[in-house]
């Protein structure tokens, strides 16, 4: 398994912090800052400076953050933070080309936000639909063959 790679990630964005390791490799990108992952690429999308520290704890080991945002104090000096124009847009960016490569096994994208969270208004939400919808039609089902895929519609 490739997973994607730290250079890839970083290749998205306009400046970088922390540590620099080319060994590291992200299982899962994702939006909901209360989702378990392992390996983790967080994107956060509204109150990141609140939102940063939960997905930490729930297995982010890097962050895209928006150009210009101010930093929380906590974030440890070595986790990788991605600094990108808009948070959101890096991670679909990275999508794209997560399926336009060589789609490394294993890789998770999260797109879905709880009905009831405040972390995205209308315009986001419909964003994180559109992305998560290619996401499940992008994704093999397991025990099908490529007949059994090209079916799919």
Partial sequence: MTMIAYRT????????????????????????????????????????????????????????????????????????????????????????RYLEQDRAEGVQFFFALPEDSPLAGEAVRRRLAELEKRWLDARPFKGCDDACQNKRS
């Fill in 9 to 96: 990630v970083q290749s998205m964005a306009v400046e970088a912090r922390g540590i620099v390791d080319e060994t590291i490799r992200f299982h899962a990108v994702f939006v909901n800052p209360a989702k378990q992952v392992k390996k983790g690429l967080f994107v956060p999308l509204e109150n990141g400076a609140e939102t940063l520290k939960t997905a930490i704890e729930h297995g982010a080991i890097a962050s895209f953050w928006r150009l210009g945002e101010p930093l929380p104090r906590y974030i440890p000096n070595q986790f990788p933070i991605f600094f990108v124009p808009s948070p959101l847009e890096a991670a679909a960016a990275l999508f794209e």
